[in-house]
């Protein structure tokens, strides 16, 4: 607030919510944010203070550290390219609904695609969500923005057939891989930051990540990340001789070395040593890492509850896994409501329509 004489004064109100034993949490947030709404209706929040200074001297540094580099390449493009150009110079204090709902359909019409637009929207409103802490504006104007009508991006997932023969194709050590990828169900980061002591018999250890040919140590996505990922039996044998293969290797080093002994590049290793081999087995999926995540998601239907799955792919939220990774696979929906209406009704084709057996008079 602002004294007679112009001076800038914080102003402490307190209010009654209810009592504390009869309101949740929620309840009450969305109370207060109703009451600084209203007691802010006609005062210049923000005490003009835009977007874009907001987003460069407070946002980014306080989270940008807790981003993984890939994560703060991807936001701070997003931001710097498409964000700020369109909004950075409305004050926090103007900036309304139709305004952050306005920019997402303009790069919808521009052409960028579904995880562009949906990358804006998450971090615009993380943005005005610590604007909002900050007590700057009295509501967040994209707490409810949707993604325009548009197509959304095509989860692929590798049919089982395809996923044989590109197996089958490679070479030991790139099968190795591919199948650690498939079932292990690891992220490129992951497979590729593995030493020798990440490998506990049956299982992997997460003991950090590599990213753009650097190791980062005790470094994962989250710390869900770092949880135990089972191998499967079949791969026992292979990793066994692999390590024979790799005996002057020390516990510290890296299972999966480039000629240079620095972690491979995802991308490079795809493009040289998987890809290639794809293409003459007539795979007809792009193979990704995401695909194989995805692909294992998908086939596990039928194998285990969702929990489990969540716990092999470990994701912090099991709506991650389900909506994101598990696709719908026909078969698998008409052997299930095939199951289901026969265990209700009980009876055959045959005996359900006697009639049908009937002789019809011409």
Known sequence: MKDAD???????VGVQLGEKAKLRKWEAEEKLRKIIAAASKGIPRGNGVTLAWFTRERFLPMCDPQWAPSTHETNL??????????????????????NCQVFLNNLAKLGFSFTVVDHCRTMLKAILE??????????NPARKLVNPDMPEPDKQVLPKKQARQLIESLEFR????VMIAAFCAMRPGEIFGLRWSSWHSDHFQIEGTAWRGTLRPN????????????????????????????????????????????????ENWLRRRVK???????????????????????NAQGHGNPKDVQTH???????????????????????????????????????LWPQLATPRVQ
Do not use: C
């Open 6 to 12: 112009g001076n800038e004064r914080r102003r402490h």
């Open 77 to 98: 493009y997003n931001i710097e390219r498409h964000i700020l150009p369109a909004l950075g110079e409305v004050p926090l204090s103007e900036l309304e609904k139709f």
């Open 130 to 139: 610590e604007a909002l802490d900050a007590d700057l504006i009295g509501k």
């Open 174 to 177: 790139d099968r190795l891989i």
């Open 219 to 266: 470094k994962a996505k989250t710390k869900q990340s770092k949880a135990p990922v089972t191998i499967p039996d079949v791969l026992f044998p292979a990793l066994k001789m692999w390590r024979e293969q790799n005996a002057g290797a020390g516990a510290g080093d890296l299972m999966f070395p480039s000629e240079a002994g620095t972690p491979m590049r995802p």
């Open 276 to 298: 290639p081999f794809a293409t003459a087995a007539g795979i007809t999926v792009a193979v990704n890492f995401q695909v194989m995540r995805r692909t294992f998601a998908t």
């Open 313 to 351: 792919l470990r994701h912090t939220d099991i709506g991650t896994t389900l909506n994101e990774y598990t696709q719908s696979i026909p078969e698998s929906v008409r052997k299930l409501v095939n199951a289901v209406t026969d265990e209700v009704v009980g009876k055959s084709a045959a005996e």
